[in-house]
C-alpha cells in the first residue's frame, strides 16, 4: 500500500536561518507531488507541485523553492525564512494517473521566531 | 479571486442534529468536487465526494449534494457527533486534471456540542 511520510512533525525556527522539509512516497511510482502551507484563517494554499523529476511548479511568489531530486521525494526549502511563513506545511500526493484526490502526510507545524 | 468560496467560517452544531457545510464556486469548468475533514495538527482526510453528472452521493452519515446551475454543493452530516468536530475543506477539479491541483476552499470550522 502507498504511504507518504513527512517530517519533521514541529519546528521552530530563528529568522533568517535555512529551511528544509522533507517529503517521501512509497508504494507507487511517478506521483504527482504538492506542497500546501495553512495559516492562520487562510485556509489551505497551494504552494509547489510536480508531477515528474526536476518538473516543479510554483504557485505563489516567496522566499520559498521545492525540489524533486528523486521520483517519490519533495523538498520544500528556504535560505532566509521570514516571520511569515510560520505555518502548517502539507505535502500531498496523487497517482498522477487521471485519478482525483489527494492523499495528505501528517504535516509540518513551522514556527518563526 | 476565490474560484472556491466556503463563506462560513465556523458552524455550530448540536450532537445529534445535522450539520450543512456550504461552498460555492465561480469556474464553470469544474466537474468534480471533494470533501476533505481535517483535525488539528493532522494532514486532511478524503471523505466525499460527486461527480457533475450527479447531483447527490451518499456515504453512510454524509451526503454531498451538487447544485451545478447555482455553482453550489453542501455537506450533510446526519445525525452530527462529537468527532465530527473538525475543519472541513470543499475542493474542486477541471476535467482530465489528473495533473492539475485541485482548489481548495479556505474550510469551514465545525463544532459538534454533546
Known amino acids: 500500500s502507498q504511504t507518504i511520510h513527512q517530517w519533521p512533525a514541529t519546528l521552530v525556527q530563528p529568522v533568517g536561518s535555512p529551511l528544509s522539509l522533507e517529503c517521501t512516497v512509497e508504494?507507487?511510482?511517478?506521483?504527482?507531488l504538492y506542497w500546501y502551507r495553512q495559516a492562520a484563517g487562510r485556509g489551505l494554499q497551494l504552494l509547489f507541485y510536480s508531477v515528474g523529476i526536476g518538473q516543479i511548479s510554483s504557485e505563489v511568489p516567496q522566499n520559498l523553492s521545492a525540489s524533486r531530486p528523486q521520483d517519490r521525494q519533495f523538498i520544500l526549502s528556504s535560505k532566509k525564512l521570514l516571520l511569515s511563513d510560520s505555518g502548517f506545511y502539507l505535502c500531498?500526493?496523487?497517482?498522477?494517473?487521471?485519478?482525483?484526490?489527494?492523499?495528505f502526510g501528517s504535516g509540518t507545524r513551522l514556527t518563526v521566531v | 479571486d476565490q474560484q472556491v468560496k466556503q463563506n462560513s467560517p465556523s458552524l455550530s452544531v448540536q450532537e445529534g442534529r445535522i450539520s450543512i457545510l456550504n461552498c460555492d464556486y465561480t469556474n464553470s469548468m469544474f466537474d468534480y468536487f471533494l470533501w476533505y475533514k481535517k483535525y488539528p495538527a493532522e494532514g486532511p482526510t478524503f471523505l466525499i465526494s460527486?461527480?457533475?453528472?450527479?447531483d447527490k452521493n451518499e456515504d453512510g452519515r454524509f451526503t454531498v449534494f451538487l447544485n451545478k446551475s447555482a455553482k453550489h454543493l453542501s455537506l450533510h452530516i446526519v445525525p452530527s457527533q462529537p468527532g465530527d468536530s473538525a475543519v472541513y475543506f470543499c475542493?474542486?477539479?477541471?476535467?482530465?486534471?489528473?495533473?492539475?491541483?485541485?482548489?481548495f476552499g479556505k474550510g469551514t470550522r465545525l463544532s459538534v456540542i454533546a
Open positions: 508504494g507507487t511510482s511517478n506521483p504527482n
Open positions: 500531498a500526493w496523487t497517482p498522477g494517473s487521471g485519478l482525483i484526490g489527494y492523499t
Open positions: 475542493a474542486a477539479s477541471e476535467p482530465d486534471s489528473g495533473n492539475t491541483p485541485l482548489v
Open positions: 460527486i461527480s457533475s453528472i450527479k
